[in-house]
Each structure stands twice: as structure tokens, then as C-alpha cells.
């Protein structure tokens, strides 16, 4: 018969980033069983992170329970007429969320309607060189160019300053904002920044009416 193991060493056995299928694979139990486990540490709040990508949740479990500040999604709702329902959290660990590391995050969640959402965000940037700083580290500099200009067509942005708009227009970056899609809409801002632009322009406008 197995011999039950206490929640703490549990923690400290599954310490780091985990997913469900390593959960089952260290623990040797079923699939199921796994996701219950990680709800019990979820509820005690040895979770302090984890993320969701289109096919796989990543959990980072840690013996140090953090405070858990603002998550992603509501970040964003605060700030944007078009609401994003929160299919899984996004905990920055011991981190303050900020406008900056929002569109940043946004992006990288390859989830469209957050994405859309987070162009608000770009009335409320003071730190553009932060976010540059941001983009060039994960390679996203042209893509945040592009949802800059996006941003302008319907919300009234600061102008950015011209060496970091020549820093994201040079930067490194794949083709698509979004997937692999891309409309015939915004041809412009898509030659400019040498990006794919995945939203028409009732997307845009959906900016000021939600």
C-alpha cells in the first residue's frame, strides 16, 4: 500500500516548473490525480505561477508563498473596453504588473482577443524605453511597433520617441502578430514593421465601444 505524502514534501519533491504529465510521471499516479494534487497546492498557495500555452499548462511550485499581486487579465480589463474572460491566471511572482510588461505578456499569449485588448495599454505607457527593453529581450520589437501604430488609428497615444521607434522598427521578429493570419486591412503599418496584421478595422474600432 502506498504511503501517503504531506503536502510540504510534496512541495519540496515537485519543487520548480512542473506540468501535469511530469506531476503524474514523478508521482507515479494518474493524470487526474495529478491535476487534483496540483488544485490542493493551488488552494494552500505553493502555486505561485503558472501559465497556459494553446495544448499545456506549465506550474511553477515553490515552498515560498508568494503574495500574489494583479494578474494579466485583470490588468488589462482595467484599462481596456473590450473585456477578456481569464481562462487560466498569469501571477507575476514577486513582480508589480506594469503597462509595459502587459503588452508584452499579451503578445507572447498568442491569445487574440488579449491581444486586441492590451492596444489600449499604450495610452498609459511612460517607459518606452523600458518597453523596448522588453521587446528586443524576447524579439518582439517590430511586432510592438505595429500594435503602436494599430493603437493610433482610433486611441489618442503619446508620440514615441523617435530613436526607440527606429530601435523596434530595426529590431529582430517573426512576420505574424497572431498565429499565421493576416487580413488585407492596415497594408501600411504591415510594410512598415514587415509584420503580418491579424485584425480589420471593426476589430480597431471595437477599442472605444468594447
Do not use: C
Not at 91 to 100: R, V
Not at 106 to 135: C, G, T, Y
Amino acid at each position: 500500500m502506498r504511503e501517503k505524502i504531506s503536502i510540504e514534501e510534496q512541495v519540496k519533491k515537485l519543487h520548480g516548473l512542473q506540468t501535469i504529465e511530469s506531476i503524474s510521471d514523478t508521482n507515479k499516479i494518474s493524470k487526474k490525480s495529478a491535476i487534483n494534487l496540483v488544485s490542493k497546492l493551488k488552494k494552500k498557495g505553493y502555486v505561485a505561477y503558472y501559465s497556459a500555452g494553446r495544448n499545456k499548462r506549465i506550474y511553477s511550485i515553490s515552498p515560498i508563498k508568494p503574495k500574489f499581486k494583479e494578474s494579466l487579465y485583470e490588468f488589462i480589463n482595467k484599462y481596456s473596453k473590450i473585456k477578456v474572460s481569464e481562462p487560466y491566471r498569469t501571477i507575476l511572482h514577486g513582480e508589480k504588473m506594469s503597462p509595459e510588461k502587459a503588452m508584452i505578456l499579451a503578445l507572447k499569449s498568442q491569445n487574440f482577443r488579449l491581444i486586441l485588448a492590451s492596444l489600449n495599454l499604450f495610452k498609459h505607457i511612460k517607459n518606452w524605453k523600458h518597453l523596448n527593453e522588453l521587446a528586443k529581450k524576447e524579439q518582439l520589437q517590430r511586432q510592438i511597433g505595429a500594435l503602436y501604430d494599430l493603437s493610433r488609428e482610433i486611441i489618442k497615444v503619446r508620440k514615441i520617441d523617435k530613436r526607440i521607434n527606429n530601435s523596434l522598427l530595426n529590431g529582430k521578429g517573426k512576420k505574424y502578430i497572431y498565429s499565421n493570419i493576416k487580413t488585407r486591412e492596415y497594408f501600411n503599418i504591415a510594410k512598415k514593421w514587415r509584420v503580418e496584421i491579424p485584425f480589420n478595422k471593426k476589430d480597431i474600432e471595437r477599442l472605444k465601444i468594447g
